[in-house]
Structures are given as C-alpha cells and as structure tokens.
C-alpha cells in the first residue's frame, strides 16, 4: 500500500472511529430478556411492560437510581434457550459497566446461563422460577430466585390441599396428578411433590404436555380415566388455557385445579371463557390490582407517551414485570451504598442481590404496600421470601380465598441442600462458608 493510500486509510477509519458515539459514563446498563412474540408471548408481553415501565419511572420520576441514569435494550428469546444464551452473549458487555444482571425469564435459559454468569461475573434474578436448589447462595453465588422456588410452589399448593381436605393426614390414599410443560421449568417441581407423596401417602401421577402445549387431548383422557383428586398445573403461555379447556372438556372440576404463579394470570383464564370459573392458582405474593406505584407511572410514564403497558395494566403479570425490575433496582440502590452512587459492575451488584432487604416500610414508600411481604436475602438464603396465598378466578376476575401460606424450609431445604451439594461435587465448586460473607 502507497503512503497516499494508507493515510487516506487511516483518515476513514479516524472517521469511523470518531463517529461511534461516546458511551456514557453516568449510566447502568440493565439487559431486558423478553419474548413478545410467538406461543408464550400472551405472557411475556404483559411481564416486559411493567419491567420497562418501572425503569422509565425511576428515570423519569426520580433522574435514575440516585442520579444514576438508567438505560436498558429488550431482545427477543421467544422463550428459546439457544436465542436466550444469545442475547445475553450481545447484552452482557454493554454500558460503561457492563450488564447490572439478567433476568433470563425461563427456566430453561436460567440452567444455560448458570455456568455462564458465573464466569462472567453477573447475577441472574429468578423471582419465582429457575432452579429451586439455587436457594442455596454457599454454592449458586450468582443466582437469585427471589419470592419462592418451585420447591416453595409445590409445598404452598399441597399445604392449601391438606387444608380443603381436612388435614394432611387427609391427604392419604389420595391421587394428586402434576399436568406440566415438558421443560426444565415444568420438570421443577417433582423432587419435592414425589418426596411428599411418600411422606404422606399419596399418588402423584405424572402427566407430560409437549411444548407449546396446544394439543392435550390424551393427557385428559388420562385425566378423565384416573380420576385424581386434584390437578396441579405447571404450564405457560397458551397450555394454561388449553388445560383448562380439555379439563372442561372431560368435566373434570375446575375447582379442583390448582396452577403454579405462572398459570394464574389473566391471560391463562380469559381463553377458556366461561369454563375456567372455579379455577385456582398460586400467587406469588402479588395480584392484579393499581397500588401507589401505579399511580405515579401514569403521572410519570404514561403522561409523557412513555407507558408500555395499557390493556395489560394492573393485571397479573404486569405487575409481576413491575416488582422483578423493582428488586432488581433495589438491588443496585443497596450495593450503591457500599460502592458509592456510580454505575456499578455486575459483581458489585450481586452484593446488593445478596443483602437485599426491603422493609414494610421501604415497600410502603415505593408504592407496593399491599402488593408484597418484606423480602431479605443473604449468604445462605437467596430466595429471601417463600410466601404465597390461593386465588380464584370468578369467570371475571381473580379472588383471593387463602391466607398466607409459608412454605416449610424443615421439608424443603434437605432438597435443597442435597440437590446443590450434588451439583457443587459435579462442578467442582467450593462452596462459600457463609458464617464469613458480609
């Protein structure tokens, strides 16, 4: 190359180079794993809305996390484990810091993406899903099922049986079936429902839905055939309605059905119409319903054209999106206080995740009074919450029937405890000693 040519080179590529605008040094970068389209996007749309929504608030109302501003960029997973691992292989360098955390929102990119984060260095927030042995912070450093595992889920929903039968010695002689999403997420469950069933003395079948579960019409001819006593439905996306069509379908009780958190949302019930009256779920401490925070994302979000959520607004699963960004901003607000307000790394991060704790008070000045429990997390526990009420669904909307729930940590965490050691022996992780983490 002449010397013409290379500097007429290099002066294209200075330009290049001074065209890339410069990153900004004031700014937390937050990724937004989300899937609006495809089987499970009934459900996923309403969760990124009140996710986004909620940092548009702390932005717009309050200049950023102590004036640190937020900036987030959504990609699309589809729910797919391969384009979940993808995204967070783009997301996770952006921003002065780099991402703050993850929130994978499946299961299934949560057990791809364990070993990934912690090489990495950045926390993954499960609240309510991922794996249940990941309560256990002396061995998963990096993962935060906040609210409840699927372990809780399981031991919430057999208490609520025990209860409408009369005791859990009832619960003997008893056939309780598990309909679930053939899928790490739907798989959850069993190691705590089979170790129940041998503890009290019931039949658990097992019936398998293939994804994306539009077609069910063997699984409740079994149902119709075996006859359980209840039905506890671990299901996404357009399976939960479909499930409650084909139990109508064979007459079984709606009533006598029970979904996990992430089947009692509206859009697994309004499918069915008329049919999914009497339907239960479990609620993940929340509900629908418009609390203080609301009010201030209409003033500040929605007034300036910024609100994603309207149709959706209040329900469910937007609120569900809501408090999973709110944690996560908490998160960031209490590492703050240690790391000073500035954007922070991902490791620095997961020790707001790890000494996370919200008040009734501090629950009450964001806005959430009535919608959660105090939540406070440590070393060893990274669940930090594990209480759950019943709703039913009236064919108009949902009613709460229970009181709280807390699952049984003497029945859970043996599991728990056997299931991570177990992974820490195959992974060749030396587990925390937590009596010395601060």
């Known amino acids: 190359m002449s010397r013409k040519a290379f500097a007429l080179a290099a002066a294209a590529i200075g330009t290049i180079v001074t065209a890339i605008p410069a990153v900004a040094q004031n700014e937390q970068f937050i990724p937004v794993l989300s899937y609006r389209t495809g089987a499970y996007a009934v459900n996923g749309v309403p969760w990124a809305n009140g996710f986004v929504d ?112 009369g005791g859990e010695d009832k619960l003997k002689g008893k056939k309780i079936a598990l309909v679930y999403h053939g899928s790490p997420y739907g798989k959850e469950p069993i190691p705590h429902l089979e170790q129940m069933a041998k503890k009290l003395g019931f039949e658990l079948m097992q019936v398998e839905v293939t994804h994306p579960g539009v077609e069910q019409k063997s699984q409740w001819l079994l149902i119709r055939q075996n006859r359980p006593d209840y039905v506890l439905l671990w299901g996404w996306g357009v399976m939960n309605g479909t499930s409650i069509k084909e139990a109508a379908a064979v007459a079984y009780p709606r009533d006598k059905m029970i979904g996990v958190w992430w089947s009692g949302a509206e859009p697994d019930v309004t499918p069915a119409g008329d049919q999914s009256a009497g339907y239960k779920a479990l609620m993940l401490q929340h509900g629908a319903g418009e609390y203080g925070v609301h009010a201030d994302i209409k003033k500040n979000v929605g007034a300036k054209g910024k609100q994603l959520g309207k149709d959706d607004f209040g329900q469910v699963l937007y609120n569900r999106g809501m408090i999973n960004s709110m944690l996560g901003v908490e998160a960031i607000r209490t590492a703050q206080a240690k790391f000073g307000n500035k954007p922070l790394t991902g490791e620095q991060v997961r020790w707001g995740l790890e000494n996370l704790n919200l008040t009734a008070e501090r629950i009450k000045e964001l806005g959430m009074e009535g919608m959660l429990k105090p939540i406070k997390t440590s070393c060893a526990d990274h669940e930090g919450a594990r209480d759950g009420r019943v709703q039913q669904w009236d064919g108009k909307a949902w009613k709460v029937i229970s009181d709280w729930y807390t699952a049984r940590a003497p029945l859970t965490e043996p599991l728990v405890k056997s299931v991570s050691e177990k992974y820490a022996a195959e992974k060749k992780i030396t587990a925390r000693d937590c009596s010395k983490e601060s």
């Open 54 to 165: 909620y940092l548009n608030l702390v932005n717009e109302r309050d200049g950023g996390i102590n004036g640190v501003k937020i900036i987030y960029e959504e990609c699309e997973t589809g729910y797919a484990t391969d384009k979940g691992v993808e995204c967070y292989e783009r997301l996770k360098g952006k921003g002065p810091t780099g991402a703050a955390f993850f929130n994978p929102l499946s299961t299934g990119i949560t057990f791809a993406l364990t070993d990934k984060t912690l090489a990495d260095k950045i926390p993954i927030i499960t609240m309510g899903y991922g794996r249940a042995d990941s309560k256990n912070g002396a061995v998963f450093a990096w993962n935060y099922p906040l609210l409840g595992t699927y372990w809780s889920a399981a031991d919430i929903a057999l208490q609520h049986i025990a209860k409408e039968v």
